[in-house]
């Protein structure tokens, strides 16, 4: 792809009146980006080079490649949060109104960008306002709200939430949201804003069918000139008014240019990657209520901040199988996985029964021989922690090294790295790595223990081909071995071949309970 070069900006004649109507023209209303051959350094290390690319107002781009191979900086670049390896020569420079800018503090207002970051940042901080009030800091780009918001801010908050179709979530509190249902919001937050150029890393994780379906319908009616830029894995994630692709590959351009065949030929090199059902490689015994109870819930009701989120649950998890809790955004999925974990306790009138608790035996007894992986605990950790620390303290079930570790601690982390190919990022901190590799390795950090219990909220989500298939290997050994697994999912095909049992959810009410019906 070829940039011309531009002279000096010359003094702008006087104007038509023509000319001055076209001064709101998509030319300069939205923005152009130039990306000059930048490079990006983080921790000592190259992770984008040589990058060259023109986004254009008009313009819908999907961006490609695997875990790591640099899309959410490169997305990071464009939208000036961080800034390119110094260079002899400006490598990055926008246009907007009609002025060129080489540095990005006078249009980052103007870019829109939403990625698991950003949501994760809400869950860090415990910023918990209402969902309506998250949405117009949008309006200030501020992170919370400053000053109450006016009769016509609310006014553009509740069209922006009708036209997501989720102003029924105007008034509950952001924290309280499943982790689908908070995308929506954020979503909401930056498209109030009228951006000029729209960015979007993984947005489409973490929502269930209808709300997929929904975004995409969104974006396939998006008309003028707005540019757009969508980073996924998943084919079902490019709408059908996508223009251009950019596949990125360690670092590096290795294609650009218009929707065609190196996209198909980049899908379908991960064909038979995605879901966990066509990753899987026949089918599991079925566990048919005769291994131990391991947890059991009778009854139970569940409350956040008020919020009657489970209501009259029953269900009984024993040694050996595998349950898929499945249901849409706001169901319920996240709070029963936590709930059966500890962090949620049951009302009174219900009851939780965990396997070796008893009175006088606390609850980390049960919590060091069971594994979690989930978007919350990811939010939590530091991101200055080593991947080692992070699967470490595992071993005591903490966010955090809060303890003494011994050798066989120590042994068993180096262990669990090597199995799931992480030892090369020992060192590494979360940060320098991208939000799959990360998730991987929380993974690793629910197995350090060799838990009897593994509970994983949406374990595929934000994960390439390659680390599918390496969790899909690591499912298969764990059932093999006997360890009950318990998967929040959004639907249960995608675990036809793993599920021996299922619990539907629906607002919080359990719809089904027990053999999974696809295999019974």
């Avoid at 596949?247 to 991960?270: D, N, Q």
Wanted: net charge positive; proline share 4%; charged share 25%.
């Amino acid at each position: 792809m070829k940039v011309q070069r531009r002279g000096p900006q010359r003094r702008p004649s006087r104007l038509s009146h023509r000319d001055r109507t076209a001064k709101v023209s998509s030319a300069t209303r939205f923005l152009q980006v130039d990306v000059l051959g930048a490079a990006l350094q983080r921790g000592g290390r190259r992770v984008l080079s040589n990058i060259r690319w023109q986004i254009r107002p008009g313009q819908r781009w999907i961006l490609l490649g695997a875990n790591g191979s640099g899309k959410t900086q490169l997305l990071k670049l464009i939208a000036g949060i961080v800034r390119p390896t110094p260079a002899s020569r400006p490598s990055l420079r926008w246009r907007l109104h009609g002025r060129w800018h080489d540095v990005p503090l006078e249009i980052k207002q103007h870019i829109a960008y939403l990625g698991p970051e950003r949501q994760d940042k809400y869950e860090r901080y415990e910023w918990n306002m209402a969902a309506a009030d998250l949405v117009g800091t949008g309006l200030y780009a501020t992170d919370i709200p400053l000053d109450a918001l006016t009769a016509a801010d609310r006014h553009r908050v509740w069209g922006v939430l009708g036209r997501l179709g989720i102003e029924h979530l105007a008034q509950r509190r952001f924290l309280e949201l499943s982790y689908g249902q908070r995308r929506m919001v954020l979503l909401a937050r930056a498209l109030i804003a009228r951006p000029a150029l729209l960015i979007l890393d993984e947005v489409f994780t973490g929502l269930d069918l209808e709300n997929h379906a929904l975004l995409v319908r969104w974006l396939a009616r998006l008309r003028g000139e707005l540019p757009l830029v969508i980073a996924t894995h998943e084919m079902a994630d490019i709408p059908a008014t996508a223009t251009h692709a950019l596949v990125l590959r360690a670092g590096r351009i290795v294609y650009r240019g218009r929707m065609g065949s190196a996209v198909r030929e980049h899908f379908g090199a991960r064909a038979g990657g995605g879901a966990a059902g066509r990753t899987a490689r026949g089918r599991r015994a079925h566990s048919r209520n005769t291994g131990a109870p391991l947890v059991r819930l009778e009854r139970a009701h569940v409350y956040l901040e008020g919020f009657h989120a489970l209501r009259d649950v029953s269900c009984c998890v024993r040694a050996g199988e595998f349950w898929v809790i499945h249901g849409p955004n706001g169901s319920g999925k996240t709070t029963l996985l936590r709930t059966l974990y500890g962090d949620h306790g049951v009302a009174a009138g219900g009851a939780i029964e965990r396997a070796g608790i008893r009175p006088g035996v606390a609850l980390e007894h049960f919590r060091e021989r069971t594994g979690i992986a989930a978007p919350y605990i990811h939010a939590g950790y530091p991101r200055n922690y080593t991947v080692t620390d992070v699967v470490l303290s595992g071993r005591h079930a903490s966010i955090g090294l809060q303890r003494p570790f011994n050798r066989a601690d120590r042994e068993a982390t180096n262990r669990i790295l090597r199995r799931l190919g992480l030892a090369r990022w020992a060192g590494r901190s979360l940060a320098q790595l991208s939000y799959g590799q990360a998730r991987l390795v929380l993974f690793a950090r629910a197995l350090v223990r060799d838990p009897r219990l593994l509970l994983l909220d949406e374990p595929f989500d934000s994960a390439d081909t390659q680390t599918r298939t390496v969790l899909a290997r690591e499912l298969r050994r764990l059932a093999s071995l006997d360890v009950a697994i318990v998967v929040a999912a959004h639907a249960l095909p995608d675990w036809t071949a793993y599920a021996t049992h299922e619990l539907e959810l629906a607002a919080g009410q359990v719809r089904y309970a027990g053999v999974a019906r696809s295999t019974a």
